[in-house]
């Protein structure tokens, strides 16, 4: 049950993933709000084979998808040619 169970009113889980659209995601992978707490599966025993079977298929995808955005947010912008055309500003600045 201990890693089956996440409490809201943690802070850092409550600014940055439970305010940040992560409140969508718990719950289509299963998560059901249970007064202070999120919980997943039943109190004893293991989950399902298909309940964990989709679970690391959204793990993966999401940690694609994570990727996928610290490259974007590190490849350079590259900046529109300038108006002369020959790639400087309008007061021939490169």
């Given at each position: 049950?201990?890693y089956?169970?996440?409490?809201?009113?943690?802070?850092?889980?409550?600014?940055?993933?439970?305010?940040?659209?992560?409140?969508?995601?718990?719950?289509a992978?299963?998560?059901?709000?249970?007064?202070?707490?999120?919980?997943?599966?039943?109190?004893?025993?293991?989950?399902?084979?298909?309940?964990?079977?989709?679970?690391?298929?959204?793990?993966?995808?999401?940690?694609?998808?994570?990727?996928d955005?610290?490259?974007?947010?590190?490849?350079?912008?590259?900046?529109?040619?300038?108006?002369?055309?020959?790639?400087?500003?309008?007061?021939?600045?490169?």
């Open positions: 049950k201990k089956r169970q996440i409490r809201v009113a943690n802070k850092v889980f409550l600014c940055h993933i439970w305010s940040n659209g992560g409140r969508g995601i718990l719950h992978l299963g998560f059901e709000e249970n007064g202070a707490h999120l919980e997943m599966g039943p109190d004893v025993g293991s989950l399902p084979s298909h309940r964990m079977k989709d679970l690391s298929s959204a793990i993966v995808m999401l940690e694609e998808l994570m990727k955005q610290e490259d974007v947010a590190k490849s350079a912008i590259q900046q529109p040619r300038g108006a002369d055309g020959r790639g400087t500003g309008r007061a021939n600045w490169g």
